[in-house]
């Protein structure tokens, strides 16, 4: 199945350990909210820190989203979850974000920009910052 939406929230990711292997799990949620007349919000599951990675999702950012829809019964209730696989970001940057991931991953982080008007601190010119307190 596929789905358009804004991305409106995006959860701490959760982390499982396994009773039958030991092995850990990580799944992250990101909520997106769909456009027209009634916009729905929905809640779309992803499996492991890496995929969430690769998939660049952003506050804000607009997606087709891939998914499978899928319910499991538990003590006589029932529970449905959408579990993403593929996202594509609709308005073309993408692939920007993804090189930026990976040029970050890469590279330190630059020092700080320095204030090429030392003199002009955004005051009165008398040096103080204009705060209320």
């Given at each position: 199945?596929?789905i358009?939406g ?19 799990y990580?799944?992250?949620?990101f ?19 890496d ?37 594509q ?22 020092a ?22």
């Open positions: 199945m596929e358009q804004r991305v409106i929230a995006i959860l701490e990711p959760q982390r499982f350990v396994s009773k039958k292997n030991g092995n850990e990580v799944t992250t949620v909520v997106i909210e769909t456009p027209g007349q009634y916009p729905k919000k929905v809640a779309m599951k992803v499996m492991g820190e995929k969430f990675k690769q998939m660049g999702i952003v506050m804000g950012g607009t997606y087709n989203v891939s998914f499978d829809v899928e319910s499991r019964e538990w003590q006589g209730k029932w529970f449905t979850e959408c579990r993403a696989w593929r996202t970001r609709v308005d073309g940057t993408q692939e920007q974000t993804q090189q930026a991931t990976t040029q970050t991953s890469q590279k330190p982080a630059p700080p920009a320095q204030n090429p008007f030392p003199e002009n601190n955004g005051g009165d010119g008398d040096g103080s910052d204009n705060l209320p307190f």
